[in-house]
């Protein structure tokens, strides 16, 4: 196989050549379309070519039929290979929308012997990819003496494959003059150019990191894991969902939308750049029946709606995936964001993970193991932390199915606690709770300290307090001169006499649960700046000095 031969479960029509002209424009590759539905393009595909018989046999004129056909016969193949699942879109049986798993074949198997033999299997098949198409890759597997067949368990891999992280990228786009693009054609085993969409993380704290992607990348591994948790949180063909994650270039946004087509629900893709208004205004009208997008967004548009008048319970949703920071694993804001809506919270992301429907928060479960390798290593020796109930360490990724997204041995940045016991709900998957990243860390006279923590305690303080916070910094971190300043804003109702009683009470909780005493600056009601993008933590005034 050559190096840049792709293997698309979906290819859309590109590639034609300069001198081919479509019969009619092509929108993207509806991949998240039922057998059935391909079936009825192709008909009428056919009934256009009988009412322009003229174009048939004309040179370097590419009708709908000699686009469909080979897609359906390829989208029956990947029909096959679900085996128990129905084909997507909306034809599924009521008997199938109560089956426990998305992917019965696979997902049964999740954190199991069998399933460490396929990851075995599926990774030295990776490495070799990678050694055969990608030249960075190459050359490093020369120099750390890796050879992909002599891989002999997961324990050999990490040991012989160094990490790569987010410095080593920038380090690599520095020595490629600043062309992130001709880096990425050195690390991929797919060239630039058969790429079909790129994303990129929120970049911030430095330039984001981009998230190249295939079709194959897109429908077989990013959105299979999306709709493997999707459909645990109790999603199906007939919802709605309210995207409400920013859609310019990040992840969660267009990805994640494309990659759940297959679920065959209905997308709603207002995104978090419309603003509030227009947010609430889409879910008046097309009345979603699922919220997708950050914590605090969620929490802002309660604020909004009741300014309006309006009860958040009213807007219809039935079921909420947060995700993106901190918020939707943390008790406080969970029991506030259930009760605002009526609705079901879920957690989902720093990976593969979605939380379950068990009342307590239980973590997310890892729903990838054929998908993607993870693993735990320290965060300051990079030593592998065994996955064992309760370790906590920092996650790094293996994507063994990725194309465009070759992870290898990749952090983004996590800390995570992984839970390996049987989880109450009885779904399968070790679960992991995200314990903060390591770039929001920070350091209090040896205390390790994460924005997270300081959430669920200003959190449990609602509505004394608004929930609105800032962690004020004056030098740049991880080190922080105690004590670390804390801004928060006090509960509309509360009144400002009282507020000294409040602090000596706040400030003993911080002292219980995260182990410092704040210094606590007091802020008006909604004097914070709110954000529908990504909830803002920190007030870096060292960079205004």
Same mark, same amino acid.
């Given at each position: 196989?050559?190096?840049?031969?792709?293997?698309? +479960?979906?290819?859309?029509?590109?590639?034609?050549?300069?001198?081919?002209?479509?019969?009619?424009?092509?929108?993207?590759?509806? /991949?998240?379309? &039922?057998? #059935? %539905?391909?079936?009825?393009? /192709?008909?009428?595909?056919?009934?256009?070519?009988?009412?322009?018989?003229?174009?048939?046999? $004309?040179?370097?004129?590419?009708?709908?039929?000699?686009?469909?056909?080979?897609?359906?016969?390829?989208?029956?193949?990947?029909?096959?290979?679900?085996?128990?699942?129905?084909?997507?879109?909306?034809?599924?049986?009521?008997?199938?929308?109560?089956?426990?798993?998305?992917?019965?074949?696979?997902?049964?198997?999740?954190?199991?012997?069998?399933?460490?033999?396929?990851?075995?299997? $599926?990774?030295?098949?990776?490495?070799?990819?990678?050694?055969?198409?990608?030249?960075?890759?190459?050359?490093?597997?020369?120099?750390?003496?890796?050879?992909?067949?002599?891989?002999?368990?997961? @324990?050999?891999?990490?040991?012989?494959?160094?990490?790569?992280? $987010? @410095?080593?990228?920038?380090?690599?786009?520095?020595?490629?003059?600043?062309?992130?693009?001709?880096?990425?054609?050195?690390?991929?085993?797919?060239?630039?150019?058969?790429?079909?969409?790129?994303?990129?993380?929120?970049?911030?704290?430095?330039?984001?990191?981009?998230?190249?992607?295939?079709?194959?990348?897109?429908?077989?591994?990013?959105?299979?894991?999306?709709?493997?948790?999707?459909?645990?949180?109790?999603?199906?063909?007939?919802?709605? !969902?309210?995207?409400?994650?920013?859609? =310019?270039?990040? !992840? +969660?946004?267009?990805?994640?939308?494309?990659?759940?087509?297959?679920?065959?629900?209905?997308? !709603?893709?207002?995104? +978090?750049?419309?603003?509030?208004?227009?947010?609430?205004?889409?879910?008046?009208?097309?009345?979603?029946?699922?919220?997708?997008?950050?914590? =605090?967004?969620?929490?802002?548009?309660?604020?909004?709606?009741?300014?309006?008048?309006?009860?958040?319970?009213?807007?219809?949703?039935?079921?909420?995936?947060?995700?993106?920071?901190?918020?939707?694993? !943390?008790?406080?804001?969970?029991?506030?964001? *259930?009760?605002?809506?009526?609705?079901?919270?879920?957690?989902?992301?720093?990976?593969?993970?979605?939380?379950?429907?068990?009342?307590?928060?239980? &973590?997310?479960?890892?729903? +990838?193991?054929?998908?993607?390798?993870?693993?735990?290593?320290?965060?300051?020796?990079? #030593?592998?932390?065994?996955?064992?109930?309760?370790?906590?360490?920092?996650?790094?990724?293996?994507?063994?199915?990725?194309?465009?997204?070759?992870?290898?041995?990749? =952090?983004?940045?996590?800390?995570?606690?992984?839970?390996? %016991?049987?989880?109450?709900?009885?779904?399968?998957?070790?679960?992991?709770?995200?314990?903060?990243?390591?770039?929001?860390?920070?350091?209090?006279?040896?205390?390790?300290?994460?924005?997270?923590?300081?959430?669920?305690?200003?959190?449990?303080?609602?509505?004394?307090?608004?929930?609105?916070?800032?962690?004020?910094?004056?030098?740049?971190?991880?080190?922080?001169?105690?004590?670390?300043?804390? $801004?928060? *804003?006090? &509960?509309?109702?509360?009144?400002?006499?009282?507020?000294?009683?409040? @602090?000596?009470?706040?400030?003993?909780?911080?002292?219980?649960?995260?182990?410092?005493?704040?210094?606590?600056?007091?802020? @008006?009601?909604?004097?914070?700046?709110?954000?529908?993008?990504?909830?803002?933590?920190?007030?870096?005034?060292?960079?205004?000095?």
């Amino acid at each position: 196989m050559a190096r840049h031969e792709r293997r698309h +479960a979906f290819p859309p029509p590109r590639g034609l050549g300069k001198d081919t002209r479509p019969l009619c424009p092509w929108p993207a590759w509806p /991949v998240g379309l &039922g057998l #059935e %539905s391909v079936r009825n393009q /192709v008909a009428a595909a056919r009934e256009t070519v009988l009412l322009f018989p003229w174009i048939m046999g $004309k040179p370097g004129v590419v009708t709908a039929m000699d686009m469909l056909v080979p897609r359906v016969k390829m989208f029956a193949k990947a029909c096959e290979r679900w085996k128990g699942a129905p084909a997507p879109g909306k034809g599924g049986s009521a008997v199938d929308d109560e089956r426990p798993y998305w992917n019965m074949e696979v997902e049964p198997k999740l954190n199991s012997p069998e399933m460490r033999e396929i990851q075995l299997a $599926k990774l030295k098949a990776f490495l070799r990819r990678l050694y055969e198409r990608a030249p960075f890759y190459r050359r490093k597997f020369d120099q750390w003496g890796v050879a992909p067949d002599k891989i002999a368990s997961l @324990e050999d891999f990490a040991k012989a494959v160094p990490l790569f992280d $987010k @410095e080593g990228l920038r380090a690599m786009v520095l020595e490629y003059g600043g062309d992130i693009l001709a880096v990425l054609d050195q690390i991929m085993p797919v060239r630039v150019d058969d790429l079909n969409i790129m994303a990129t993380t929120t970049g911030t704290t430095g330039v984001p990191t981009p998230y190249p992607m295939t079709w194959h990348d897109m429908v077989e591994v990013w959105g299979e894991a999306m709709v493997r948790g999707m459909w645990r949180a109790g999603v199906r063909s007939h919802d709605r !969902i309210l995207f409400c994650f920013a859609l =310019s270039m990040v !992840i +969660a946004g267009i990805p994640t939308m494309m990659g759940c087509h297959r679920l065959g629900a209905m997308a !709603i893709p207002v995104g +978090a750049e419309a603003g509030t208004d227009r947010i609430l205004l889409m879910q008046t009208l097309f009345r979603g029946t699922v919220y997708s997008g950050t914590p =605090s967004l969620a929490e802002y548009l309660i604020e909004k709606c009741r300014e309006q008048g309006r009860d958040p319970k009213d807007l219809g949703l039935r079921i909420l995936t947060c995700g993106g920071e901190p918020g939707a694993g !943390i008790p406080e804001v969970r029991r506030r964001l *259930e009760e605002a809506y009526g609705a079901r919270l879920f957690d989902a992301g720093a990976g593969f993970g979605f939380s379950c429907d068990h009342p307590e928060y239980q &973590g997310m479960h890892w729903t +990838a193991d054929d998908l993607a390798l993870y693993e735990l290593v320290d965060p300051e020796t990079k #030593e592998s932390v065994p996955l064992e109930d309760g370790a906590e360490g920092e996650a790094i990724f293996t994507a063994m199915e990725g194309e465009g997204m070759a992870w290898l041995r990749t =952090s983004l940045g996590d800390i995570h606690q992984v839970f390996t %016991s049987p989880c109450p709900c009885g779904k399968t998957g070790f679960r992991y709770k995200v314990v903060g990243r390591t770039d929001d860390m920070l350091k209090v006279k040896g205390v390790i300290v994460y924005p997270a923590v300081v959430e669920g305690v200003v959190s449990s303080f609602v509505p004394r307090v608004t929930g609105e916070f800032r962690i004020v910094l004056t030098e740049k971190p991880p080190r922080v001169v105690p004590p670390l300043k804390v $801004k928060i *804003e006090r &509960g509309e109702d509360y009144p400002a006499e009282k507020l000294p009683e409040l @602090e000596r009470e706040m400030q003993a909780a911080f002292h219980i649960k995260a182990k410092f005493t704040p210094e606590i600056i007091w802020a @008006e009601p909604g004097e914070l700046e709110r954000s529908t993008y990504k909830g803002q933590v920190f007030e870096k005034l060292y960079e205004q000095q």
